[in-house]
């Protein structure tokens, strides 16, 4: 079963640094990636930069539609009008059958903010322990949005590229 997390560091280069840590423990198999994504939002910036690197074996698990979608719901539709905001509404109740609910997109909102950066991580097979080692000392905190078997077939299955 894959886990989708999403991991906020204080710098606007921390989940960079944080990916590329995470795709040396790829290569010794302690964890698999099977999609990742960035927002990085710089200090002096008025919005965030994402980026989309997929699997880091190969084909990323879903499609930049996707990406583009729960960004744009968690940083994009406060600043909608009202009509926008309406039908973004319906595709956050499309994204909780994912298990990415309203408190989850709410929260990532309030704590990726100007200055900081997140990752979006689809993994599997993590190697907790492992992994938590090579993640000592390293300032970040950690927003999770487990999903099951089901919410994850349907997600690659809709969103999938």
Same mark, same amino acid.
């Given at each position: 079963m894959a886990t989708l997390t999403v991991w906020k560091f204080d710098t606007a280069t921390g989940a960079q ?36 690197? #997929?699997?880091?074996? %190969? ?5 930049? @539609?996707?990406? &583009?979608?729960?960004?744009?719901? *968690?940083?994009? +539709? ?6 926008? #905001?309406?039908?973004? %509404? ?5 994204? @909780?059958?994912? &298990?990415?609910?309203?408190?989850? *997109?709410?929260? +990532?909102?309030?704590k990726v903010t100007e200055g900081t950066s997140a990752l979006f991580l ?40």
């Amino acid at each position: 079963m894959a886990t989708l997390t999403v991991w906020k560091f204080d710098t606007a280069t921390g989940a960079q640094d944080a990916l590329d840590k995470l795709a040396d423990l790829s290569k010794q198999q302690l964890i698999q990636i099977q999609d990742a994504a960035i927002v990085s939002w710089p200090a002096g910036k008025k919005n965030p930069k994402t980026k989309n690197y #997929g699997s880091m074996t %190969g084909q990323g698990a879903l499609s930049g @539609a996707f990406w &583009g979608m729960l960004f744009g719901l *968690i940083f994009f +539709v406060p600043f909608f009008g009202l009509a926008v #905001g309406a039908a973004m %509404g319906a595709l956050t109740g499309k994204f @909780a059958d994912y &298990g990415i609910n309203d408190n989850f *997109i709410k929260e +990532v909102r309030e704590k990726v903010t100007e200055g900081t950066s997140a990752l979006f991580l689809l993994s599997a097979n993590a190697v907790q322990d492992r992994v938590a080692e090579a993640f000592a000392g390293v300032n970040m905190e950690l927003v999770k949005s487990n999903l099951t078997s089901e919410q994850e077939a349907t997600l690659k299955e809709e969103f999938g590229a």
